[in-house]
């Protein structure tokens, strides 16, 4: 498995208000809106659902399974160099995740696709909600020039899970974006994935931390596939990308 370390030039956005400290400290799930049956069941999964961390790469707050083939890249904020991202590159397309506080009664996911929606449409591409393996999901239409000077669009399609006290993002950008069939590798890694919240007070849409893998050396750039998908309060993909594996 390969690493890659990409830089990002935007400081994100302010955060939300904070939610009492009462919610936030509280570890129950039982109460909260999130705690969704079927994703308890097939994934994707709060730490607290699984009986060891053993066989994931750590990446602090996101557990990822490998496998074969798969090149993960971690974007970092350039003026924190902080880890806000990680994508999951396999078979040509890609997964980009997005791990997020969320507060313990409610969940983001109708909020956030609203939020899609209006960032799409200004930049004059379209959106359309889906019903998914995921349930509901957002295909988002951004218009893009061809190499041959026409106008042409991208797709990404959107993935979003509310679960106990956290919101875990999906962008999936390549063949994977339109069809279901190339979706299904990077989908079944999706659900693999484990979430760590962490006990610790945090304000709504604050970007769980991630961190580079233990032991990563620097290895030259594959050349990845890249997708610039419209931020859920986040910054943008830069330019460089540094292979780590």
């Known amino acids: ?47 607290s659902e699984v009986s060891s961390r053993e066989g994931y790469v750590d990446l602090g707050a996101l557990l990822i399974s490998p496998s074969e083939g798969l090149q993960l890249r971690l974007e970092v904020e350039e003026a924190t160099q902080r880890v806000v991202a990680v994508t999951m590159d396999l078979n040509g397309s890609s997964l980009q995740l997005q791990a997020f506080a969320a507060p313990k009664t409610e969940g983001l996911w109708d909020e956030i696709r609203e939020q899609i929606g209006q960032s799409v449409g200004s930049q004059g591409g379209q959106v359309e909600e889906v019903q998914g393996g995921f349930g509901t999901e957002l295909i988002a239409k951004l218009p893009a020039g061809a190499q041959d000077g026409s106008q042409g669009y991208r797709v990404a399609r959107f993935i979003g899970i509310d679960g106990p006290r956290w919101f875990l993002r999906g962008v999936l950008g390549g063949a994977a974006a339109m069809e279901r069939e190339a979706a299904a590798p990077l989908e079944s890694l999706f659900r693999k994935i484990v979430v760590i919240r962490g006990d610790s007070p945090m304000p709504p ?34 330019p460089e990308t540094t292979q780590i594996g």
């Open 1 to 47: 498995m390969v690493f890659g370390l990409g830089r990002k030039s935007k400081k994100e956005q302010p955060a939300d208000p904070d939610e009492s400290q009462a919610s936030a400290e509280s570890t129950d799930s039982a109460d909260t809106a999130s705690a969704d049956p079927g994703r308890r069941v097939s994934g994707p999964f709060d730490v």
């Open 205 to 238: 849409r604050d970007l769980l931390q991630l961190r580079l893998p233990k032991d990563a050396s620097v290895t030259p750039p594959p050349g990845a596939p890249e997708f610039n998908a419209p931020e859920f309060k986040g910054p943008e993909r830069g």
